[in-house]
């Protein structure tokens, strides 16, 4: 991992396409090492993988997103409105969205935290989800 961090961008393709290899600790490196490097071209793929089967390798994809900061936020917006139905998805994706607090997007994003917090995750999320990317696009 250490030399794919230190190669960077030219290694992200390789790092994206492991996140998917078969063996969870190859996925945890791939996504550990993604996060390091920090190239955004990454995210759709750490998105996918805050659905991992692996709680680990969930957790270290929404470190890796959330240490993009607000340039995941989008991405991580849409995958709450496709896939509310997932616990680890709205798990995860709360952790991503929390650590954008205080990144001058609060207004958009803090509905968005109290519907993945609140009572229906499920159907509330998705809402609030599509009206912070409204929002954001305008």
């Known amino acids: ?8 961008k030219s290694a992200v393709p390789a790092l994206i396409g492991v996140l998917v290899h ?12 993604l996060g390091q490097i920090g190239d955004p071209t990454a995210i759709p793929a750490l998105i996918l993988a805050l659905e991992d089967k692996e709680f680990d390798v969930r957790w270290l994809a929404a470190e890796a997103l959330a240490s ?13 409105v496709a896939h509310a139905d997932s616990t680890w998805l709205r798990e995860n994706g709360y952790h991503v969205i929390a650590a ?16 993945l917090r609140g009572d229906q995750p499920a159907v509330e999320a998705p809402v609030a989800a599509a009206a912070a990317l409204k929002k954001l696009s305008a």
């Open 100 to 115: 954008m607090v205080g990144q001058g997007k609060d207004a958009i994003i803090m509905p968005v935290l109290n519907a």
């Open 22 to 33: 078969p063996d969870a600790r190859v996925r945890w490196e791939a996504a550990k090492a």
């Open 1 to 8: 991992r250490r030399d794919l961090v230190a190669i960077g």
């Open 68 to 80: 993009m900061g607000t340039k995941a936020l989008p991405d991580t917006l849409r995958a709450v």
